[in-house]
């Protein structure tokens, strides 16, 4: 009974609600901004229907068959002597072929869906090719040289590539990396996805956690009721309740942001034929030109679902930090403002570590460093994170020490004055 009374104070929050909305609004207004055209992804869709998604040596010799039957087609049909699909987008050909109304909409779409098996062609035959040149341990002399780390640090750094070595030599043999995706370097859907949407979502949730667990638990202190509530036979146990209506919000607000946001990511976005493809797909690979390694052989759904359950247990661990540090400083305010300060320590730290020394990994290992680094959880993130538990070590150490911090704080709380 006392938690509902408790969690209802958070539910007719008007800040809290108009937070949820605005942030719900603004997520929806990123898809619709960034998220890549129905249209352009159906053709993807409609490739992998026709030839699977597997573009080995067997995948390619029947698109490209299909390509160059579809071509001479198209050519015979409109006079031209185009040698690519991708030749007829040239500006030259473009844009006169266009104004004068000689490409009717179904040719257009015709040598669009040529265009398209054109470039998964080259894309697969390009991935062969760098995946064999490419080298780990360069690029973590890369990411040291970067850095500038030296000696310990540095040997640590080149260690960890090398345990990912035999991963990388296992895409390569279960050819994960030749898995058709939406194309990295037109639409960019894994940053859009794992870095964009997961780290807005991350902050604006952790934002609207910290502020009703301190506004939660501070409650009678802001109030100047403390007194009083706190002489009933219930007593100073009622943070055990604030903290479970806190908790039981946390919950509630994390799944609905989810929801929103990702149920109209997926609902925009037909990724019906790319769920149970691997996350290392090379098809994926950004601008930047760096594969996407991860840790083991995951599925996109399984590499996703992963992603939730750690926002869910990052989450929960910024409501112990906010409810521990409530119980020391009995105002809101002040509790939002330290969070703060200490998330960002968690940012400026390991850059403040000599370069020399593991310090400067070890200190990595914090929630601050763990929120920024969503698009690349659970695989090769860099000099820092690149550590096979990572994830793991990170954010079961931090909540086994701050569930014992909480305990240890009740009890102190149990005794002091008030």
């Not at 869709?45 to 080995?56: P, R």
């Not at 040289?145 to 590539?161: I, K, N, P, T």
Request: cysteine-free; overall charge negative; proline content about 3%.
């Amino acid at each position: 009974m006392i938690p509902r009374l408790e969690l209802k104070k958070i539910v007719s929050s008007p800040i809290v609600m108009a937070l949820l909305v605005l942030f719900t609004a603004f997520n929806l207004y990123l898809i619709y901004m960034n998220a890549p055209k129905s249209e352009d992804v159906a053709k993807i869709n409609e490739v992998i229907d026709a030839y699977g998604s597997l573009m080995d040596q067997d995948g390619r010799y029947l698109l490209k068959d299909s390509y160059e039957i579809g071509l001479e087609s198209w050519n015979a049909r409109n006079g031209k002597e185009f040698e690519s699909a991708s030749e007829f987008f040239k500006a030259e050909n473009y844009y006169p072929a266009m104004d004068s109304g000689e490409i009717s909409d179904r040719e257009l779409e015709k040598i669009v869906e040529l265009n398209v098996k054109e470039s998964i062609l080259l894309t697969a035959e390009g991935l062969e090719e760098q995946y064999q040149k490419w080298d780990l341990l360069k690029s973590a002399d890369t990411q040291i040289e970067l850095f500038r780390l030296e000696g310990d640090a540095a040997e640590m750094v080149r260690e960890q590539y090398k345990s990912l070595i035999p991963r990388f030599e296992e895409i390569k043999g279960d050819q994960e990396h030749l898995h058709v995706f939406l194309p990295g370097k037109i639409f960019r859907t894994h940053s859009l996805v794992f870095k964009t949407l997961f780290g807005v979502v991350l902050f604006q949730i952790m934002l609207l956690v910290v502020l009703f667990t301190a506004f939660l638990t501070n409650y009678e202190f802001d109030q100047g009721s403390h007194l009083v509530t706190f002489s009933t036979k219930r007593g100073r146990g009622l943070m055990w309740d604030k903290l479970l209506a806190a908790l039981s919000a946390t919950g509630m607000v994390t799944a609905f942001l989810l929801l929103a946001t990702f149920g109209t990511y997926f609902l925009t976005v037909d990724y019906s034929r790319l769920w149970h493809l691997p996350i290392s797909t090379g098809f994926m690979i950004e601008p930047d030109g760096n594969p996407f390694i991860s840790w083991w052989d995951l599925s996109f759904i399984q590499y996703f679902w992963l992603g939730i359950l750690l926002i869910f247990v990052l989450q929960v661990l910024f409501t112990l930090i906010t409810f521990v540090l409530s119980l020391w400083m009995k105002n809101s305010y002040v509790v939002f403002i330290v969070f703060a300060i200490l998330f960002g320590l968690g940012l400026l730290v390991p850059g403040e570590m000599p370069k020399d020394s593991v310090l400067s990994l070890y200190t990595t290992f914090n929630p601050s460093s763990l929120v920024l680094g969503s698009k690349k959880w659970w695989m090769e993130s860099g000099a820092f994170t690149t550590f096979k538990y990572y994830e793991m070590i990170t954010a079961g150490v931090w909540m086994a020490g701050f569930i014992l911090a909480g305990w240890f704080s009740m009890k102190k709380f149990h005794t002091r004055n008030l």
